[in-house]
């Protein structure tokens, strides 16, 4: 396995493959890998002949107040974690080597990035569309692959890449839980045990959702706030519970179409999210 760590060289070992005619994979991640990570990496596999893993806590995506000094990082064991799963290429640029100097263009994705995360994290989705498309350029990639835990944040680099031409193929993974339903997150590991007990209201209430909207004609409104009060009662405290369309991320008025249940909670100082995809109701059917 391969540890680039400035754009050069990746350039360098991207050209050759291309020249030898490969498929180039990429799965970005801010390293703290867990088994939802590695689980992307096998994902892609059939879908490229060379596998690169991105390793790099992006500064921008990050607020002020928010964990970008401690955030986990570990990338020895992350270099064993990909070298086990077969990785061709683990990049792990530096702060300055991403960011020179008179560094000043940005990617704003409008729409998509307002609302949700967007609203609570200014300047978050313009952090990590940056950094996605410098990844995208800097490993050459034919395709790319990015948990669907983070839904918005799919939407955000899908429509990106739609607008800014960007040829790379862009898969979403299936969110990847404990046993207990908790959705991995490489941030699980500041939870108390009693946090993390009572955060799996989260994931709970999400199927209770799912569920009600196939079996009931609850409407989104009133299920929005049972799982807004369920996150409460359960020592959270919610950010968000947004009932969606699955690709626009405007609010549902109904569940005529396509949706997505997204939730954003704090149990402590740890922020956790968390989706569903939603059943489609037949609203015109007579009871
Ligand atoms: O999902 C993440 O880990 C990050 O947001 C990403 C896509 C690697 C960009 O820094």
Avoid at 63 to 68: I, K, L, Q
Avoid at 91 to 120: L, N
Avoid at 162 to 176: K, M, N, S, W, Y
Wanted: glycine share 8%.
């Amino acid at each position: 396995m391969q540890i680039l760590t400035n754009p050069h060289a990746l350039r360098q070992w991207h050209t050759e493959q291309h020249r030898a005619g490969l498929r180039i994979g990429v799965v970005p991640t801010m390293g703290a890998l867990h088994e939802g990570h590695l689980q992307l990496v096998d994902q892609i596999r059939p879908h490229a002949d060379r596998v690169v893993v991105t390793i790099f806590v992006n500064p921008l995506q990050f607020g002020p107040n928010e964990d970008f000094g401690r955030y986990p990082r570990q990338f020895p064991t992350d270099c064993a974690l990909c070298e086990a799963r077969g990785v061709d290429a683990v990049y792990h640029p530096d702060v300055p080597g991403m960011y020179p100097d008179g560094f000043q263009t940005h990617v704003e994705v409008e729409q998509v990035s307002q609302r949700w995360c967007g609203a609570s994290r200014p300047g978050h989705f313009r952090g990590v569309a940056t950094v996605v498309l410098k990844l995208l350029n800097q490993t050459g990639a034919d395709v790319a692959i990015f948990g669907q835990k983070d839904w918005q944040q799919l939407q955000v680099i899908r429509q990106m890449c739609r607008d800014l031409d960007h040829p790379a193929e862009i898969l979403g993974a299936p969110i990847v839980r404990e046993p207990d339903g908790l959705a991995m997150s490489s941030r699980n590991v500041y939870l108390s045990a009693e946090q993390r007990s009572n955060a799996l209201a989260i994931s709970k209430g999400l199927w209770h959702l799912q569920q009600q909207v196939a079996s009931t004609a609850r409407a989104p409104a009133e299920l929005q706030a049972e799982l807004l009060a369920t996150i409460a009662a359960s020592g959270g405290q919610p950010e968000y519970v947004g009932l969606v369309q699955a690709e626009s991320l405007e609010p549902l008025d109904d569940f005529s179409v396509a949706g997505r249940a997204l939730v954003a909670a704090r149990y402590g100082a740890t922020r956790l999210i968390d989706n569903v995809e939603l059943p489609v109701r037949d609203v015109q059917a007579k009871p």
